[in-house]
Every structure is written in structure tokens, then in C-alpha cells.
Nanobody, 123 residues
Framework: VQLQASGGGVVQAGGSLRLSCAASGRAFSSYGMAWFRQAPGKEREFVAAISWSGGSTYYADSVKGRFTISRDNAKNTVYLQMNSLKPEDTAVYYC?????????????????WGQGTQVTVSS
């Protein structure tokens, strides 16, 4: 699976952005998908995950209630809708795919990664 993330940009605090991650390959619907982020000088951290069917989602506490992960298996795409953005959300955001069942929140549990898209939230 090859992944390509897009949709990042610069937004003021309180604003919204929607990230997209387009996947190649016919096995997309077999993978659990997730978004991670990495700020300068910090480790990559889990943001949100969605099951292969899209029926279940899981969020980091820091984004719960503000971010929504979704997927469209017909379009081989996963999304991250980000609302009420804060300066501390500033990071490079990565999408990732895994065949591990259950909720995988460690980057080492993911087999495929997109190239990342920069999100900058100004105060």
C-alpha cells in the first residue's frame, strides 16, 4: 500500500482543516488506518485510528471531541477533520496503515506510511 497525505496548511487558532490520505492498491479496505503527528523535537504521537470497515474509531485524549477520522473504502481514502484547532496541534501529520487487529497506537505497529503534511496553527 502506498499512501499520500494532503490538506495541511496554516490556520488560525479555532479554525478547521481536513486532511486526506489517498491509498493505492486494492487491499486498502483490509487495513486499519491511523493518523499520527510529529512536532519539532518531539516523538511521533498517535492521533486517531479507524477500523478497516470504518465502523470503529479511537482517539488520543488530546484531540477527542475536536477531531474526526473517517474513511471511504470506495475511494481508497481516509480523512481527518480537525476542528477547534490549537497552536499545540502544530505538527507534521502522517497517515499510516496496519494489518494488526485491535487498536494500534504505537508507530512501530504500522507497516506503511504517507509522506506527511504540515499543519500550522497560529495563535
Amino acid at each position: 500500500v502506498q499512501l499520500q497525505a494532503s490538506g495541511g496548511g496554516v490556520v488560525q487558532a479555532g479554525g478547521s482543516l481536513r486532511l486526506s490520505c489517498a491509498a493505492s492498491g486494492r487491499a486498502f479496505s483490509s487495513y486499519g488506518m491511523a493518523w499520527f503527528r510529529q512536532a519539532p523535537g518531539k516523538e511521533r504521537e498517535f492521533v486517531a485510528a479507524i477500523s478497516w470497515s470504518g465502523g470503529s474509531t479511537y482517539y488520543a485524549d488530546s484531540v477527542k471531541g475536536r477531531f474526526t477520522i473517517s474513511r471511504d473504502n470506495a475511494k481508497n481514502t481516509v480523512y481527518l477533520q480537525m476542528n477547534s484547532l490549537k497552536p499545540e496541534d502544530t505538527a507534521v501529520y502522517y497517515c499510516a496503515a496496519t494489518l494488526i487487529t485491535g487498536w494500534a497506537t504505537d508507530p512501530y505497529e504500522y507497516d506503511y506510511w504517507g509522506q506527511g503534511t504540515q499543519v500550522t496553527v497560529s495563535s
